[in-house]
């Protein structure tokens, strides 16, 4: 088994051969007997280590669990750690008279290396700076860790800011990675399952305080396979709510969904809050601005309402569904796609869908659509029917919308329908940041004893310009 740690000290620090410290591959029979850390930032004492050459660098190479091989004592490295090690090659340790003291120092050395900027500040970003096809440094903090797959993991990262939205349709794939998918077949599985819309906001792997506003970034972190018989070894990432620096992170897009890919030359490191996203995600709760990329000019949204309550973020929206209470909120989003694929499906007669009929002479015909709304902090699909859908489509009356012309092409009024949901999704162009929608959402529920299994949210009281 083996594990590779970087370590650092003062002297690496002042060492422009060294800005990122030293490589070492500790290799043992069990992997017990690893040098296993609680948190990046702890010290390691080590006995009888080699020093070899690796691509023109030299690395350590510890020999665990051998006689007359590398030892090691691990300690915490925090303040308040104690100077017992928590974790040992040897119950025969000692500690010498002067360790207390070298690790007293090295702690500070560690307060100190968190609270400097990481490295050149020339690729430093927001996230809302991040564009496709580049690379990029960001302090941020860590939501949640998604591990549930063998090739890849997916840490979501949060600096208070909004990532700029894209439409689904754009997927932007790193071709100098020889990772374009030839046309007419499928991505590679590990891509597929790296993949995610969304941070789910339910479950373990997620900070318990969520904030409402600012885009979870997707970081993707590909893993090795894992051998048959054996695991894929230890991986180190950052705990889930600590503040990290990401260096040199890959940006792309998947399907409307901008992402970062962590590099084997990727690196992270602990560090303290950024005190200014932190100031800046608070100025936006107050003054209500879910949404820093939708135009403020009221008159640019797409669809209005006459609601005046504050704006709730769809991640609030879906944190709050889990408590299995009806409500309404007033939410500003885009919509991403919509469902049925073809306008011409939109309607149904009350007969095809058991519904009773409000005129005993006529079948007549409602909509049930499905838009895919997302704003920065998440998505979701929601409803319009009936009478709230008849509101939202004003000027276009619940019909045969498939009834074509003799010629076989649409009929005007589904030609019409069309343009509409083309400028709904942005596809006539215009200003970045996308189109966005004000719209009223009720969340309600088929079983409240079960509310995430049975949430569902409906459009109303919204108005299509």
Known sequence: MVSNLRLVDPSTATNPQFPEGLEMLAFSVEQRHLPTLRRPGDIIRLHRVTVSQYNGKPQLIAKIHRAKECSFCLFDGRPEGSNTPYQV???????????PGIISALRSFGRLLASTPLGSTAYLKRIKDIRAGGFFDIVCRVL?????HLDADVMFVWDGTDALPLPFTVDQLDA????????????????????????HVHGNGTV??????????????????????KSRGPWVLPSVGSWVKLRNVRSWVVAGQLQGRYLPNSKWAPCNADEQALTEDAQRLKVNNVAG?????????????????????????????????PRKDRCLVNVVRYMPADVADFCYTRSQLGLPHTDVNQDSWVYLVKLHLQDATGEIDAALFDKDANEFFQGFPAQDYSKSLQ???????CFALQKKMDTLLGLQGGQEGGTWIECCIKTYYTDRKHPLDTCQFRIFATRLH
């Open 89 to 99: 090659s040897s119950d025969t340790y000692t500690l010498e008279a002067r360790d």
């Open 144 to 148: 949640s860790v998604d591990n549930r």
């Open 176 to 199: 100098s990675a020889g990772e374009v998918v030839p046309e007419g077949t499928q991505p590679d599985p590990a891509w597929l399952a790296a993949r995610r819309r969304a941070m």
């Open 208 to 229: 318990p305080d969520l904030p409402a506003l600012g885009t979870a970034l997707p970081i993707i972190i590909t893993t090795p396979a894992p051998v048959e018989g």
């Open 293 to 325: 990329w939708a135009p403020s000019n009221l008159e640019h949204w797409l669809a209005n309402t006459q609601q005046v309550q504050p704006f709730t973020s769809l991640r609030t929206l879906q944190i709050q569904a889990g408590d299995g209470v």
């Open 407 to 413: 010629d076989g092409t649409p009929s005007p009024a």
